[in-house]
């Protein structure tokens, strides 16, 4: 956990506005609103300038802005040649997207499962799982926490994997001292709102070294036009090539999960107080922790942060020990509640278990899903229970505290919330 003893949380949050709209956000979407909204000329420079700015605060070379963490991920997975028999593994505890994007592809989604302390997804599992048809691997840094990059990074050598950094939840946050985002062959990143800055609601935006990969995943996103590129603001095709009849438009496929200039004015707004963003959910997980500590509460087990990482806080993820507290979940969150806490949300039901994936009735029919796919050779993939044994064990004791407050009184009342539930249990 970082030190906040040094830090002035008065002077932390007098940088966050209580309604997440500053005054460099305001001063963007004028510009915009006074440019227009055609996507080009001026409003395409603000697309430009969002991505410009996300990769250097990154430090990448590329930053590929799109409509939303989903699209992100799409857009890696159709740029690497993910199609149908291949099979793309990501943890059984995330958000569904990382996996429906597999499915989209027409490709396979092998479910791992995830380490019981860090809740990320377990690299020796997912090393038990890569076959002959393994082409990517999504690790997801859940809850603001670093996957364990080093051991994945080694299978995708090994097996010439492609790796796609799932940092929805995860900003600015170190593994052994590198950045998240820097370290697959691309990232992605949701500006939804729940997350640590937000592009007006909703978007996205792709991280990348690979000039050749940039190149494509913007294909992928901008409708597979053969004139756009990984440049910054490369969205749209220029007039006189556009207007030409003989010009061929489409040389990859590609969906369209375009930003508008409006949110890419909005996100550079808050891309320029990120560090606060992300420093106010570290200072808000530190109180937390302090309230666990200081009432000497042993059935609530904090959030473990590895040697070597730092933690972003999405959210503050406990383990509640209900046999300990002689409560279970559900009551614990009443008394939450009536202590004046603003609820707390349990773990996503694990991906492999929800009906969709019970059902595979992805396409309509069942037998329609790539896991009847020829090749398995009537070998057809089902998800099981029993498949993620730890993520189906701790699912049902996951408290996830929130940290999005942006004002010293929210935080506040939410601390001390947990602090008067911990004492009303004595
Ligand atoms: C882990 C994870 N992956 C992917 C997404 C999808 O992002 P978006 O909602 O921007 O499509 C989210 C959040 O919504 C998420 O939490």
Not at 175 to 204: C, W
Not at 242 to 253: G, L, P, S, V
Request: glycine share 8%; with cysteine.
């Amino acid at each position: 956990m970082t030190s906040f003893e040094k830090i002035d949380p008065a002077e932390l949050f007098s940088h966050l506005p209580a309604n997440r709209c500053g005054e460099a956000e305001r001063r963007y979407l004028n510009e915009i609103c006074e440019a227009g909204f055609s996507n080009k000329g001026e409003s395409a420079g603000m697309i430009r300038r969002f991505e410009e700015a996300f990769a250097a605060k990154m430090g990448t070379a590329y930053a590929i802005s799109h409509n939303s963490g989903t699209g992100t991920m799409q857009s890696c997975l159709l740029a690497a040649g993910v199609g149908p028999g291949d099979e793309v593994i990501v943890p059984a505890s995330t958000m569904a997207s990382t996996a429906f994007v597999v499915v989209e592809c027409g490709a396979v989604v092998v479910f791992a499962d995830c380490d019981p302390d860090t809740f990320n997804i377990d690299p020796a599992d997912v090393e038990r799982k890569i076959t002959e048809h393994t082409k990517a691997i999504i690790p997801v840094s859940v809850f603001g926490l670093p996957a364990d990059f080093d051991p994945l990074l080694r299978l995708a050598e090994k097996h010439n994997l492609t790796i796609v950094e799932d940092n929805a939840e995860c900003y600015l946050a170190r593994y052994k001292g590198r950045l998240v985002g820097t370290i697959g062959n691309a990232a992605s990143f949701s500006f939804q709102a729940s997350k640590h800055m937000t592009s007006a609601g909703d978007g996205g935006m792709v991280t990348t070294n690979d000039e050749e990969y940039a190149r494509n995943i913007r294909k992928a996103a901008v409708v597979g036009y053969a004139a756009v590129d990984a440049k910054p603001g490369s969205t749209h095709v220029p007039r006189e090539v556009r207007q030409d009849w003989t010009y061929k438009r489409h040389d990859r496929m590609g969906y369209n999960f375009r930003m508008s200039a409006a949110q890419a004015a909005f996100g550079l707004g808050q891309l320029e107080r990120l560090e606060s963003l992300v420093a106010a959910r570290q200072y808000i997980a530190s109180q937390y922790e302090a309230a666990i500590r200081e009432e000497k509460c042993e059935w609530l087990t904090p959030p473990y942060v590895p040697e070597g990482c730092t933690h972003s806080y999405w959210c503050y993820t406990c383990k509640l020990d209900e046999a300990m507290l002689g409560v279970d979940w559900r009551g614990f969150r009443e008394a939450f509640i009536e202590h004046g806490g603003d609820g707390l949300y349990g773990l996503w039901t694990p991906v492999h278990l929800e009906t969709i994936f019970q059902t595979m009735a992805f396409y309509g029919s069942k037998d329609r899903a790539p896991n009847f796919d020829p090749r398995y050779k009537g070998n057809v993939k089902r998800y099981n229970e029993g498949d993620c044994p730890n993520v189906e064990a701790y699912r049902k004791h996951l408290c996830l505290f929130k940290t999005g407050m942006q004002t010293l009184d929210k935080v506040n009342a939410q601390v001390d919330a947990l602090r008067k539930t911990i004492r009303h249990y004595g």
